[in-house]
């Protein structure tokens, strides 16, 4: 078993920008893909963004080139980056990371962006 545990959320304004990171523990060595996906009240869990154990990253189109996410292996945490964030990105936002048994999540951090 995985458990991932986010933190850095918070309130910012428009414009402004936030980090957040989210650490694995338990059985983390065979951790594959990790990343990030949010929901806004009302809305649907969306993807935001990913990143393969070797670094490769893909993006929700709505937040490339604003958003950017990284990880440190030894570590077992993965970090997004957000800049310029707009009052559309406020959200839940909750780590996942996947292996070979399944998928885990983390318990969701609030980002909330005032117009």
């Known amino acids: 078993q995985v458990q991932l545990v986010e933190s850095g959320g918070g309130l910012v304004q428009a414009g402004g920008s936030l980090s957040i990171s989210c650490v694995g523990s338990?059985?983390?060595?065979?951790?594959?893909?990790m990343g990030w996906y949010r929901q806004a009240p009302g809305k649907q869990r969306e993807f935001v963004a990913g990143?393969?154990?070797?670094?490769?990253?893909r993006y929700q189109d709505s937040v490339q080139g604003r958003f950017t996410i990284s990880r440190h292996n030894a570590k077992n945490t993965v970090y997004l980056q957000m800049n310029n964030l707009k009052p559309e990105d406020t959200a839940v936002y909750y780590c996942?990371?996947?292996?070979?048994?399944?998928?885990?999540w983390g318990q969701g951090t609030q980002v909330t962006i005032s117009s």
């Open positions: 996942y990371a996947g292996d070979s048994d399944g998928d885990y």
């Open positions: 338990g059985s983390t060595s065979g951790l594959n893909g």
């Open positions: 990143i393969s154990r070797g670094g490769m990253t």
